[in-house]
Structure formats: structure tokens, C-alpha cells
């Protein structure tokens, strides 16, 4: 019998302030971490519902940048757009999570407005 713990990973997020919590994440319901940082009361705008329009769920990959996806265009073109985006810098909405994820740690950037 398996444990549904196969299907977590513990992420690292720093919010705004400067606050370091784990999150738990499930591996196997395909959320965004926009979606997982939003359903954690992480206060994030996401005005453009994820479709890397609206750079408010600007993330800064503090670790763990190298098993996440590469940036599509879409989401290279907004980051460029970003005073304080470098490359460590990804939009939330566009990164699902995985086992390889596993001790991800994000500080949080985006806007509140």
C-alpha cells in the first residue's frame, strides 16, 4: 500500500517581508505554484489569470532553479519587462511543480498592485 506522501514535495517560500515557511506541495494535481502559493494565503495578485501577462507572481528561485522548466518566450518577454527581474527570476504561474522539485526555495516579488 503506498503513502500519498510520494506525491508531496516541501518547497521553501520567503514572502515579501522576508518570512521563510515550507509549504507542502502535491506533485499530482498539476497546480501552478501561483496556484499552490495562492491556495497557501500567500498574498499574490495574479490579475492575469497565469498566462504570464501580469508579472505579478514574479518569483526570485533563491535554489533549486536548475530542475525547474526552462522560460518560454512568453514568459522571458514579461520578466525582461521587470526593473528588478535577473535571472533568477520566474513567473510563478509558469512553473509545475515536481518530485525533482523537492526543496525548492522562492522568494516572492511580484506586485500588490
Known amino acids: ?9 516541501t518547497i521553501n517560500v520567503e514572502d515579501r517581508d522576508g518570512t521563510r515557511q515550507e509549504v507542502m ?6 497546480l501552478s505554484l501561483m496556484e499552490i502559493l495562492k491556495a497557501s494565503e ?3 495578485l495574479a490579475t492575469c489569470g497565469g498566462m504570464a501577462l501580469c508579472a505579478t507572481c514574479h518569483v526570485e528561485v533563491l535554489s ?4 525547474l522548466a526552462q522560460a518560454e518566450d512568453q514568459e ?4 525582461d519587462t ?7 527570476s ?3 504561474c509558469q512553473l509545475r511543480l515536481t518530485e525533482m522539485n523537492n ?3 522562492v522568494k516572492i516579488k511580484g506586485s500588490l498592485q
Open 103 to 105: 526543496g525548492l526555495t
Open 25 to 30: 506541495v502535491p506533485t499530482d494535481v498539476n
Open 42 to 44: 500567500y498574498e499574490i
Open 64 to 67: 533549486g532553479m536548475e530542475n
Open 1 to 9: 500500500m503506498h503513502s500519498n506522501m510520494e506525491n508531496i514535495i
Open 82 to 88: 521587470l526593473p528588478d527581474a535577473d535571472d533568477n
Open 90 to 92: 520566474r513567473l510563478a
Open 76 to 79: 522571458l518577454d514579461m520578466l
